[in-house]
């Protein structure tokens, strides 16, 4: 017998501790049935032992030494004894502060790791779990056959590695394999190609061995399906979520490559509209670090958000060609294929002596699944993103090649690819209507047709599919999945339709973003009956059915019925797809506490007098991860310092020890420097977009979002001109007491909405005036960031002082744009909308601006129309705008008319007053340094709440019923 001492080294987690001692036999093999695992903790005052003995095979030393390693365990030495065919092995190791591991919790999960660790590869034909993450069983071949699977798997028998010569050697390959440029010869473009693709493969691993974990645990799935995913740029994300960054920024250094750099040669994936959108990338974002067993449903625009560009003032839509330089983030499922059909007749056959109903289509395109993998922050599970691009069917084309009808088959492909081609198609012709319902339903088909596949693979019947699937509604979008699994169901599955209808009622969600009842969206019978009949049909059921439950709840109330029911009578026969939602979902959220109320009282008042258990909010969140880590790692990397610990990236509650330090100079000083840091890059951004330079002293005020009126950028614009007004006719004494400002506007216009358009124009016609005003210098500038989108957001929010968020009282649902500020140390001045409420509760009043009318008094003060009195100040900013002082006179006529007494429907007039006091008061604190500090370092210690962390464990347990589902490492 012979032993052996050495030492050896891992990283360092923190484990919890408490006393345990124990042996656990494993039988990875008959040959190996004596095979044990101990621990002792008697042995060494300072380290647990964990005393290991098996057969002995090359590279089991590596094996079990990795277990430690991604366990965070550090060894602190090692023996091995050898005994003829057997080892004992005694590893000494303590966690991340030196101590020992005592809690029977880790202990026994360190166990099982070592043992499957250890059973695997010991001859029974499985998979280290260490080297490639999870068990699975090889194939049991034999013969010729046998050996060359034996070899595929021994080939793919561990992870790509991630030290920097290894990343630099997959970088370069890439560059030559990928890319097809000279490794001697590339240009930064094409080294974020390359670079790109060394992240997915790594990001694939994990995707593939999640995914495979899945389907052996069978856990229940959720599906989110939302027509909207603003994921922003991936690379920056994807490496900060793998633990990667440090090792690509230094392998990339090496090559003489920046980072930074390279990932800003990456474009937008502006595959939505505003605020849902980015929710639904957060809400992916955190699903995925948390471990649920999920996957996001969208649709692969050809073109994103149009490209805003502004011209004279004047915003004009580009398309966004995002796809024209390729996607390396997307995996295209070419096998992945299902037909969606349009159009048609429905007819009715005798099948077993029952009466079927049968959909025969018009046309028939072909959904065709792009898959991207979605990387946990601290975990290996990465989940599925999967969009759809729609290709024309093989049918069209053989049809058309029969007939030799060569145009024909061209104008089919066209007319198919056209489904997918563009994000919110004008819907204001009916055209565009038909396009916009043929996008929905396109998505949902080929969705759902996916995830009925995934299930009947595991199960032999439907009566499991509440136990393990649900589906989540993002607003009203994909309602029509209802009427389509009812399709599926009873049409093609043969179920009786109240088992088909309580099983639908089961698995469905529904999330409504949507505030005021005339924003609700409704598709015309007529549009439906011709484009879709069958749904129709079974929409037509469902609400017949609904009416007489109804009738025998609430009797012969007409009136509610008709509010209720799903189809709306009147000059244009309409399907209420938000009633729809409702009838069918088994909860219905809301995605803040005041939305929520209106929910309850206003918009859905009859329905929640019917069913209250339905109804709940989740308010909206936004991940940290992108929003902090990725945006602002200045702050990040402060954050960390002195909490002490990087955990807050997993847990954002953890940002309330921050309070601890509020009054300590030091760290006033760095947070500080932090800010002025991210101002300095705001800057210069400001600069080279617009010519105008900005002084770094001048409180940087920002509103960015979408242009509408009730967000009130107007009421924004008005104010500055105000404060323009105010300092033109001040003394010098008195203009030395002014609070410099940079007011920062971006958003963009629907290309259909005339007024926002107008008020974007009207920004730039008094940034004109006063940025040209030598009388004004310092004191006021005005610039309007074009083409705002998620990369630019991360640039301005981290450099934004103060943030404007200024909808009328009761018309956000939520925001989330507030949460990215607050994230960021920015002070809010806000109106008592949307999550600015809660917002009130976690940071106190003290530490925001809050201004304008409540939403209990908005109703009552448009009634008072033309009685209301307004401020003088307001009428004379407003009389400067239509007298021409910043000429376009006639151009902004109809744009002051909006806001005209008794015509003022989103009360600027009322809340100008208040809105200058606040401001005033917002003077006031960025005179006093320290008290800045302050409110800036307790916004920051008060956003945990509104991390979409938080959002998900809510929706999973209360809503989806879904529990984690961790990968193995």
């Not at 957060?282 to 649920?292: E, F, K, P, V």
Request: with cysteine; proline share 3%.
């Amino acid at each position: 017998m012979q032993t052996i001492s050495f030492p050896l080294f891992a990283p360092h987690i923190s484990i919890p501790c408490a006393t345990a001692r124990r042996t656990v036999s494993f039988r990875p093999s008959a040959t190996e049935s004596t095979s044990s695992i101990a621990v002792d903790n008697s042995h060494a005052p300072d380290s647990t032992a964990f005393v290991i003995r098996a057969r002995n095979r090359i590279g089991l030393l590596q094996v079990i030494t990795r277990v430690f390693k991604v366990l965070g365990l550090s060894i602190d030495r090692a023996t091995v004894q050898f005994d003829g065919d057997f080892f004992v092995k005694s590893f000494f190791v303590t966690d991340s502060h030196g101590n020992k591991i005592e809690d029977s919790e880790s202990l026994e999960r360190i166990q099982r790791a070592l043992g499957e660790a250890l059973g695997a590869g010991a001859g029974d034909g499985t998979v280290s779990a260490a080297s490639r993450g999870i068990v699975v069983r090889r194939p049991g071949l034999v013969g010729e056959r046998g050996a060359k699977a034996e070899r595929m798997f021994s080939l793919m028998d561990g992870f790509l590695k991630n030290d920097p010569l290894s990343l630099q050697k997959d970088i370069l390959n890439h560059v030559e394999y990928t890319v097809a440029r000279s490794r001697f010869s590339f240009d930064d473009f094409e080294a974020y190609q390359a670079l790109s693709h060394s992240v997915r493969d790594r990001l694939i691993e994990r995707w593939h061995d999640t995914h495979i974990y899945f389907k052996r645990t069978k856990p229940k799935r959720l599906y989110f399906l939302s027509l909207e995913f603003l994921m922003g740029r991936s690379l920056s994300n994807s490496v900060i979520n793998l633990g990667i960054q440090d090792q690509y920024a230094e392998a990339l250094s090496q090559l003489g490559f920046e980072f930074e750099v390279l990932a800003e040669q990456e474009g937008d994936a502006a595959l939505g509209n505003g605020g849902l959108a980015r929710l639904s990338a957060c809400q992916m974002d955190s699903l995925a670090t948390l471990d649920y067993p999920a996957w996001g449903y969208g649709l692969r625009y050809e073109y994103g958000l149009f490209r805003q560009v502004i011209v004279d003032g004047f915003q004009h839509e580009q398309p966004d060609y995002w796809l024209n330089f390729g996607n390396p983030w997307e995996i295209e499922r070419i096998h992945v294929t299902y037909e969606v059909k349009f159009y048609g007749t429905v007819e009715e056959v005798d099948m077993k002596g029952e009466k079927h109903k049968v959909w025969v289509p018009g046309e028939t395109v072909e959904a065709v699944a792009y898959d991207n993998p979605i990387p946990g922050y601290g975990t290996r599970n990465t989940i599925n993103l999967r969009l759809w691009a729609a290709k024309p069917s093989n049918q069209f084309d053989l049809e058309a090649y029969n007939t030799g009808d060569y145009i024909n088959s061209v104008v089919n492909r066209q007319r198919a690819e056209t489904i997918s081609n563009v994000l919110y198609p004008d819907d204001r012709s009916h055209q565009g209507k038909e396009l916009r319902l043929k996008q929905q339903y396109f998505f949902v088909s080929a969705s759902l047709q996916d995830i009925i596949r995934r299930f009947k693979e595991a199960h032999s019947n439907f009566d499991e599919l509440p136990d393990k699937v649900a589906l989540h509604l993002n607003d009203t979008h994909p309602s029509l999945s209802i009427a389509e699994i009812m399709r599926i169901l009873i049409d093609e599955e043969h179920l009786s339709w109240n088992k088909a209808w309580d099983l639908v009622c089961k698995v469905f969600s529904f999330t409504t973003h949507t505030v005021v009842a005339e924003g609700l969206e409704k598709i015309p019978v007529d549009l439906l009956g011709s484009l879709l009949p069958r749904h129709l049909q079974i929409l037509y059921e469902i609400n017949f059915n609904f009416m007489e439950e109804l009738k025998k709840r609430i009797g012969l109330d007409y009136n509610r019925s008709s509010r209720m029911s799903i189809v709306e009578e009147g000059a244009v026969k309409n399907i209420r797809m938000a009633n729809l939602s409702i009838v069918c979902s088994h909860t219905v959220n809301g995605v803040s506490k005041l939305h929520l109320d209106t929910l309850k009282m206003r918009t859905f008042k009859d329905f929640y007098e019917l069913w209250p258990e339905k109804f709940q909010f989740k308010t909206n969140g936004v991940t940290q991860r992108r929003w902090i880590v990725v945006s602002n790692p200045s702050l990040c990397a402060l954050i960390s310092k002195w909490l002490g610990t990087e955990a807050w990236v997993r847990n954002a509650d953890l940002l309330t020890g921050l309070r601890d330090h509020v009054d300590n100079i030091d760290f006033h000083q760095e947070w500080k420097m932090v800010k002025k840091v991210n101002k300095m890059r705001l800057a210069e951004y400001i600069e080279a977009m617009s010519g105008v330079k900005v002084s770094l002293d001048a409180m940087f005020d920002v509103q960015v979002k979408r242009i509408h009126e009730y967000k009130r950028q107007l009421l924004n614009i008005l104010g500055i001109i105000h404060r323009y007004d105010c300092i033109k006719n001040m003394d010098k004494n008195d203009r030395r007491k002014v609070v410099p400002r940079v007011c920062i506007i971006g958003g963009k216009a629907a290309p259909g909405y005339e007024m926002a358009k107008k008020i974007i124009k009207l920004c730039h016609a008094v940034a004109e005036k006063i940025n040209n005003d030598t009388d004004i210098g310092d004191l006021l500038k005005l610039v309007f960031i074009p083409d705002y989108n998620v990369s630019v957001a991360e640039l301005v929010i981290p450099g934004a002082d103060l943030s404007q968020h200024l909808s009328t009282a009761g018309h956000e649902a939520s925001g989330t744009g507030s949460m990215k500020f607050l994230m960021n140390g920015c002070l809010l001045l806000a109106t008592s909308d949307g999550s600015t409420v809660e917002i009130v509760e976690e940071i106190g009043l003290d530490n925001l601006f809050l201004f304008g009318a409540k939403v209990q008094e908005v109703a009552e003060l448009r009634e008072k129309g033309s009685t209301l009195k307004v401020p003088l100040q307001f009428a004379r900013v407003l009389r400067m705008v239509r007298e021409g002082y910043f000429g376009y006179k006639d151009y902004f006529k109809s744009l002051c008319d909006t806001v005209e007494i008794g015509n003022d429907f989103y009360l600027l007039g009322h809340d100008f007053g208040s809105y200058l006091e606040a401001q005033a008061a917002a003077d006031k604190a960025f005179v006093d340094p320290e008290k800045w500090m302050k409110m800036s370092i307790l916004s920051v210690a008060g956003s945990g709440r509104f991390s979409s962390d938080r959002t998900i464990q809510e929706y999973a347990q209360r809503t989806w019923k879904i529990d984690p589902c961790r990968c193995p490492l």
